[in-house]
């Protein structure tokens, strides 16, 4: 990836104020809505040249297997056992033996991703087999095109997990703008490329883009990296003791994840088989749903997990606590206002972004029906992002593992056993159930594990929450309806007007509730927002 210096390097870039916590959450806040958006404006371009259609679900269905291999190798290692592991040698300025721990890793990692896409090449079929059932008209092309995609989208896998170890190593430097900028510049590279390429090769444009975009956002990552004199080194010293440290923490992490999968491949399987274009409807209404935890709730929890470890590594956990404490807090208090209200507008918001081109209002009325049962879910999947690193930054990887495999069998089984009465909201509620679930065991086990962190505290802000809420939702329901009979909803702007209207109402509402209720969060809200306006 680069050389080794061996020789006396440049002073590392000094560290700025503006790396607090508040400011890196404000940061991967617009980072994250620009790329959140962009991934909206790449569906939306899929849907309108395609629709909700068997072409759509093979383009989902192809992500499945090669998102398998980054998940295994890099999506739960890097929070769950590098970032504590590498930052603690920057916390304790032993970062050559953080650069030869590093580097063993991002190896592993590329020789692995390597031969697993090998053997997923050989078996492309009957991988897709496993994980689909498609029953309807066009099954066998949907098949057939699955496995020509999937075999593109392998190439995106090894690019994607050294990029997210990449990512990991900045992340505990403080650096959250070039990772967040990484992933605006993949769904750039995916819409540019998919709508020049769909014309003439169709939907294989769009995998083609992925693959693109995925290497264009590893070469940022690689540069950032050569900025903050990382200094790579071609070794695989399996006996580092931060290598030992790292599997210690992160083998534990691959039988929780390898349930995550089987979850996945039920989900996927169950359905597929509800009918064309379900799938890619269900992928749709999810990543909806998922919009104010990729933009708030992860945002939150990846700025305040280095400072939480670096607290811990220090041993103080009574600032740890509070940190954890403040994230917790911050997430209930945006995530239960986004459920409410994405409820109350999945209609309009549905309609808004996706009916134009080759969709129609029937799939429209899938998308929204579909999202009403994901809403539910927000909040628990939102307090996911702390209480799972609220276990990593001390170092305990195995209980968080655990409670996942017991709320994956349960989802698994409540998907299994409302599929059938409930169809596709069926899977769309037993996903939402799993997720608060996982939300309350997550916390009484981590109480257990470092004692009390505010638990009247946090009892207290989520009831002022849904109080105010409730109040929020019923404004914008009725703004809403009373809009959809004034204005004409055929035409796109105005259907964004409505959706528009909506939101601004729902906010000036909960903001004057949590005001009138003095929530201390609005204070803290109003607090940024002045020193924001007087800079």
């Given at each position: ?6 020789e ?112 997923g ?6 991988m ?100 903050y004199?990382?200094?790579?080194r071609?070794?695989l ?87 954890l ?55 628990g ?24 495999i ?47 962190y ?23 329901y ?57 800079r």
């Amino acid at each position: 990836m680069y050389q080794a210096k061996h020789e006396a390097r440049p002073q590392k870039p000094q560290k700025k104020k503006s790396t607090s916590v508040l400011y890196a959450a404000g940061m991967l806040t617009i980072m994250m809505t620009i790329s959140r958006v962009l991934g909206f404006v790449r569906d939306i371009s899929v849907s309108g040249m395609f629709g909700i259609s068997w072409q759509a679900d093979a383009y989902t269905a192809a992500f499945i297997v090669p998102d398998l291999i980054y998940f295994a190798l890099v999506g739960g290692g890097l929070s769950s056992a590098f970032i504590p592991v590498f930052s603690s040698y920057l916390a304790t300025e032993k970062e050559e033996d953080g650069y030869v721990m590093a580097s063993t890793i991002l190896n592993i990692v590329a020789i692995v991703s390597m031969v697993l896409i090998a053997i997923g090449m050989v078996f492309t079929p009957q991988m897709v087999d496993l994980l689909t059932d498609f029953r309807h008209e066009e099954a066998e092309q949907t098949t057939a095109l699955t496995i020509l995609l999937t075999r593109i989208m392998f190439a995106q896998s090894f690019f994607m997990c050294l990029a997210g170890i990449s990512q990991g190593i900045l992340q505990c430097y403080k650096e959250f703008t070039i990772p967040a900028l990484g992933a605006v510049v993949y769904n750039i590279a995916i819409i540019v490329i998919g709508l020049l390429l769909a014309q003439k090769i169709g939907i294989m444009g769009f995998t083609i883009g992925v693959v693109a975009g995925a290497a264009l956002n590893l070469l940022m990552q690689i540069r950032a990296m050569r900025q903050y004199r990382f200094s790579y080194r071609l070794t695989l010293n399996l006996h580092h003791p931060g290598v030992k440290k790292f599997f210690l923490l992160f083998m534990p992490v691959v039988l929780g994840l390898s349930m995550n999968e089987i979850n996945l491949v039920v989900s996927q399987y169950l359905a597929s088989s509800l009918g064309e274009g379900v799938m890619y409807a269900l992928k749709q209404a999810q990543r909806i749903m998922m919009l104010p935890v990729g933009i708030f709730a992860a945002a939150i929890g990846l700025s305040v997990f280095p400072t939480m470890t670096g607290h811990v590594a220090r041993g103080e956990m009574e600032a740890y606590k509070q940190n954890l404490t403040m994230g917790l807090r911050t997430i209930i208090f945006i995530t239960l206002p986004a459920s409410v209200g994405l409820m109350a507008l999945s209609h309009p918001v549905v309609r808004a972004m996706y009916q134009q081109g080759a969709v129609t209002y029937a799939q429209v009325e899938l998308v929204s029906a579909i999202l009403v049962f994901y809403c539910i879910g927000i909040v628990g999947y939102g307090a996911q992002q702390i209480l799972n690193r609220g276990f990593y930054a001390v170092q305990d990887t195995k209980s968080p593992v655990l409670i996942n495999i017991f709320v994956l069998l349960f989802n698994i089984v409540l998907s299994i056993a409302l599929v059938e009465p409930l169809e596709y909201r069926g899977l769309a509620l037993a996903y939402s159930l799993t997720g608060l679930l996982s939300m309350a065991v997550l916390g009484i086990f981590l109480r257990r594990k470092i004692g009390p962190y505010g638990g009247s505290v946090l009892v207290k802000s989520a009831l002022q929450s849904v109080v105010a809420s409730a109040v929020m939702g019923v404004a914008v329901y009725y703004t809403a309806a009373g809009l959809e009979q004034v204005l004409d909803v055929t035409n796109k702007l105005m259907q964004v007007a409505q959706v528009a209207a909506g939101i601004g109402v729902g906010v000036v509402v909960y903001a004057v509730m949590a005001i009138v209720m003095r929530m201390e969060e609005a204070r803290m809200v109003l607090g940024v927002v002045k020193r924001k306006l007087r800079r």
